[in-house]
């Protein structure tokens, strides 16, 4: 209904802004009011080893469900809660239900966990999750922290030593999103890193040969450093011959599962982990 002259396009752009703004105060307001305890589950997407044809760690990923909006997605609310100081509670609220689940489980599936860069910069908030990890006796290579590039850009300082306490205490470190940000190459020199993340941004350009030089290089400088390399958001058999063509190993994506309860996760290892590896022909899990 928006005419086209100048006029209408102010008024259109004008619209959009106070709604987005008005989404942005709703959810705001629905986070400060929030029980997390109570409000967030978590889901488990396997990420998968292709060599071994073996689910061998689950991402965790935080499912808000608000007694107000009804269910709201990581990537409408995650950003509003670290503007607003509200992430730490959220970050508390995933570690224990991470270490609740591998508790609760026989034989434990590692996981990972996502960090927020306000986390990282607080020594009270990784005190706190390295107290939860003790509670909980398991051991700390069971639960890997994702962090992405821009989580570490506010002070690298910082940043870098409660990475590294997270590390001394055994916990693995992925790097995620990687390839999105800026200067990564510090962080592999400042960090022990196990993981890259690769972006799945790289795999939606399918056909690019640029892009398969760049992931191919990804890989082998991953190799050389002696860390696992991921690659994010593998959705088809294209993208996956693209990653083997790559060379990688370890995949995460659609095609081998999306997000899934705790119980379907447990389900698609006991089906898939289980073949024999000289039997493990197919790559996806059971379609
Ligand atoms: P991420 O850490 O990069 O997680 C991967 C996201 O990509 C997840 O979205 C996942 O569902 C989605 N994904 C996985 N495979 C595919 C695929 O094949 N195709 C496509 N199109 N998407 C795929 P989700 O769960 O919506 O989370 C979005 C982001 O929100 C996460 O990106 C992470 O940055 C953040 N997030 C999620 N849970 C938490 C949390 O507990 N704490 C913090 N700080 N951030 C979280
Ligand atoms: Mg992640
Ligand atoms: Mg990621
Ligand atoms: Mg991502």
């Not at 061998?56 to 007694?67: C, M, N, Q």
């Not at 055994?170 to 022990?192: I, Q, V, W």
């Amino acid at each position: 209904h928006a005419k086209k002259n100048g006029k209408n396009k102010v008024v259109v752009f004008r619209d959009e802004h106070a709604r987005v703004a008005a989404e942005r105060y709703k959810i705001e307001r629905a986070l400060r009011g929030a029980n997390f305890a109570a409000e967030i589950e978590l889901l488990f997407q396997p990420q998968f080893d292709l060599g071994h044809e073996r689910i061998v760690r689950a991402e965790a990923l935080a499912r808000w469900t608000s007694p107000t909006l009804g269910a709201v997605m990581p990537g409408r609310f995650i950003e509003i809660a670290e503007e607003s100081g509200l992430i730490a509670n959220i970050t508390l609220v995933v570690v224990e239900k991470a270490l609740a689940a591998l508790k609760s489980w026989d034989d434990p599936i590692p996981l990972s966990v996502n960090l927020s860069g306000n986390d990282l910069l607080s020594d009270h908030i990784i005190a706190r999750i390295i107290d939860k990890v003790e509670d909980s006796g398991l051991d700390p290579a069971l639960l890997e922290f994702e962090i992405t590039e821009t989580a570490m850009m506010a002070d690298t300082g910082k940043a870098t030593r409660n990475m590294l306490r997270l590390s001394e205490r055994g916990h693995p470190l992925a790097l995620d999103d990687f390839g999105t940000g800026y200067s990564n190459f510090n962080y592999l020199r400042e960090l022990p890193i196990s993981k890259l993340k690769v972006d799945r941004s790289f795999l939606t350009d399918v056909g690019d040969p640029m892009t398969e030089k760049i992931l191919h290089s990804l890989v082998g400088m991953a190799r050389t450093l002696g860390i696992d390399c991921l690659f994010e958001g593998v959705e088809d058999e294209i993208q996956l011959i693209i990653a083997k063509r790559a060379g990688t190993h370890l995949v995460q994506g659609y095609l081998f599962g999306k997000p899934m309860t705790g119980m379907q996760l447990l389900c698609a290892v006991d089906e898939h982990n289980r073949v024999p590896l000289r039997q493990a022909g197919r790559n996806a899990l059971g379609g």
